[in-house]
């Protein structure tokens, strides 16, 4: 089984910026060469080339560095504090991190239109065994990066305690705070991306929030740099967030499960997406609303065994390196808001060795 390595920093964020780039140093360089690797090839995939293509893009994540400085400065001391003791130049850390928000801001092209994955699902309590609230999600992006997977504790001075599942380097990617307030996001892909604050960084501020609320009315109002849909989750609500560059849709849980890949739901952000949806996004969420539909009332072992379905091979929820579809699963996140646990592991549901986190505070 594959293993997710735990981490716990505290203090300012100062203080926690520089332990875990110090602790990490070596592989947030690493993983620094690998994504900008893939982006050559991600590039070389659009026919694009050039010497000037990498300069290009750090020059685009340079920009939207610039403007989270001013949008998130608590953020930001703690993003600069963790490139500094890694020995990374903040802004190209920036661009590494949010490699897919920036690579659409610099250019919305591409014949890999599967290079993200990710699936995601909320279940009513009306749904689940124990009648409570349960949300989750699977990561999936290049295979590569499942190398530097990892979970992190953050005990801040002052805000929530928080769990994040992240790689090295990043401030957040999913996770949960002290207050069962749940975050996670799939990608999108529609005109109107631009410089501007990038995904890693709005889920970062969301899980410093006090309240769902709070962290709803933040989201709808980011300047965000592209296309993604959020989930947001707490003990007593949940819903799911459509932005893009130019509007947000927000739909509430009711008494249905609700699950979203990486295409639009909304009409009005159909008609600015970026070229049909792809063959796996279609594929997973049929798959899920099928699921949803004869299996249940579920509960955390449930959405387990539906993030491992394998059944349509390379377009399946649950993603393997071998499928070698530019993506796989490289972890996955189930959240029981109202005991404050989260269940997650590194790679593939079936591949991976489950372990709940929870809080000290």
Not at 13 to 29: F, T, V
Not at 100 to 119: F, H, I, K, Q
Not at 160 to 170: A, H, I, K, Y
Not at 318 to 341: F, G, Q, V, W
Request: aromatic fraction near 8%; hydrophobic fraction near 35%; include cysteine.
């Amino acid at each position: 089984m594959i293993k997710l390595d735990t981490f716990c920093f505290k203090g300012t964020p100062e203080q926690m910026g520089h332990a875990h780039g110090e602790q990490l140093r070596d592989s947030i360089q690493r993983f620094v060469q690998v994504r900008l690797t893939a982006a050559v090839k991600y590039f070389k995939d659009a026919g694009i080339t050039g010497d000037d293509v990498i300069t290009r893009l750090l020059d685009t994540g340079r920009a939207c560095y610039g403007i989270f400085q001013q949008w998130d400065p608590e953020g930001a001391i703690e993003h600069n504090a963790i490139a500094r003791a890694a020995n990374v130049d903040p802004a190209d850390l920036y661009t590494i991190t949010n490699y897919t928000d920036v690579r659409d801001a610099y250019m919305l092209a591409g014949s890999s239109p599967d290079a993200e994955g990710c699936t995601a699902l909320m279940i009513p309590p009306e749904q689940t065994t124990d009648n409570r609230l349960l949300a989750g999600q699977t990561w999936d992006l290049n295979p590569e990066d499942i190398d530097f997977v990892i979970a992190v504790n953050a005990q801040p001075d002052n805000g929530p305690e928080r769990w994040s599942v992240q790689l090295t380097g990043c401030l957040s990617l999913m996770g949960m705070n002290s207050h069962g307030l749940t975050l996670g996001t799939t990608n999108l892909k529609t005109w109107g991306s631009k410089p501007g604050i990038g995904y890693l960084n709005i889920i970062h501020r969301a899980l410093r929030s006090s309240s769902f609320e709070e962290a709803v009315a933040m989201i709808q109002s980011v300047p965000a740099a592209a296309a993604h849909t959020y989930l947001l989750a707490a003990p007593g609500a949940g819903a799911r967030i459509e932005m893009t560059g130019f509007s947000s849709d927000i739909q509430h849980l009711s008494n249905q499960a609700m699950g979203w890949t990486n295409h639009c739901l909304n009409p009005a952000h159909q008609a600015q997406q970026y070229g049909n949806p792809s063959s796996s996004s279609l594929a997973r969420l049929k798959r899920l609303n099928t699921l949803f539909e004869t299996n249940g009332p579920f509960d955390v072992d449930g959405i387990k065994a539906l993030f491992s379905d394998h059944a349509d091979g390379a377009d399946s929820i649950n993603r393997y390196p071998e499928d070698k579809s530019y993506a796989a699963t490289n972890a996955c996140m189930i959240a029981d808001p109202l005991n404050h646990s989260l269940h997650v592991c590194r790679g593939p549901a079936d591949r991976g060795e489950w372990i709940t986190l929870n809080f000290n505070t």
